[in-house]
């Protein structure tokens, strides 16, 4: 069973542009979350998605950035107009639904490092 | 608030324990993770505690909670430098529990 896959690995952007990363979650894993990690900084919760609805989305800043999990297809996030202060590993975790036994175990990819220029 | 705070830094040698601390604010927190980052990788669960447990041990990882003063730590018997990584504590609070809140993580070196 593959793990949580994130592409690119790596991304650079120029100041202005579009940057869009990608997240296929494990097999059967039905919700997804995306985390931004800043240089020396914890993970901070960005969003909540399950298979097309955004569940809880009060960590996203209020513009430029959106998120979707479609029903087919990996769940993506899409940074526009990309500033340098979006300079980030954006990592994506998914998890089993859940049967309300150990709840939102979360599994994390490797993670997108954003590098804006 | 929501705060969970770690030091950044432990060094130990080989084969000796590990000790890494966590103090978090919120009294309504409903699980408390560890986690694990080697460089370049993403995160990897280590051990969780629920928030009535006050002990959790599994292998070389033993979780200590003090609920009164909002205190987790991680001990990590037998330290190898395969242990050398950076972790996370995280906490989960109520309704929420799902959204993760994760300490800045300390850095952990061991040295042979």
């Known amino acids: 069973n593959a793990g949580v896959m994130q592409n690119p690995r790596h991304l650079v952007r120029r100041r202005g542009q579009e940057a869009r990363l990608r997240c296929s979650p494990m097999k059967g894993h039905s919700h997804v979350y995306w985390y931004r990690q800043l240089p020396e900084e914890g993970l901070k919760f960005m969003v909540y998605?399950?298979?097309?609805?955004?569940?809880?989305e009060s960590g996203m800043p209020k513009e430029r950035f959106s998120a979707e999990f479609p029903k087919e297809g990996p769940s993506i996030l899409r940074i526009q107009q990309v500033v340098r202060g979006d300079s980030a590993a954006y990592f994506c975790a998914s998890s089993p639904p859940n049967k309300g036994q150990f709840p939102y175990e979360q599994y994390f990819g490797p993670g997108t490092r954003l590098t804006v220029t | 608030g929501e705060d969970v705070e770690q030091s950044l830094f432990l060094s130990v040698r080989e084969g000796d324990s590990s000790v890494i601390n966590c103090t978090y604010t919120d009294s309504s927190s409903t699980y408390l993770y560890w986690y694990k980052q080697e460089p370049g990788a993403g995160l990897q669960l280590l051990t969780y505690i629920f928030s009535n447990m006050d002990m959790k041990q599994d292998q070389r990882l033993t979780v200590l909670l003090n609920k009164k003063d909002k205190h987790l730590s991680l001990r990590i018997a037998d330290t190898q430098t395969g242990d050398s990584a950076i972790y996370f504590c995280a906490e989960s609070i109520g309704d929420s529990s799902y959204k993760l809140i994760f300490g800045s993580g300390t850095r952990l070196l061991v040295r042979p």
């Open positions: 998605l399950q298979k097309e609805n955004i569940i809880d």
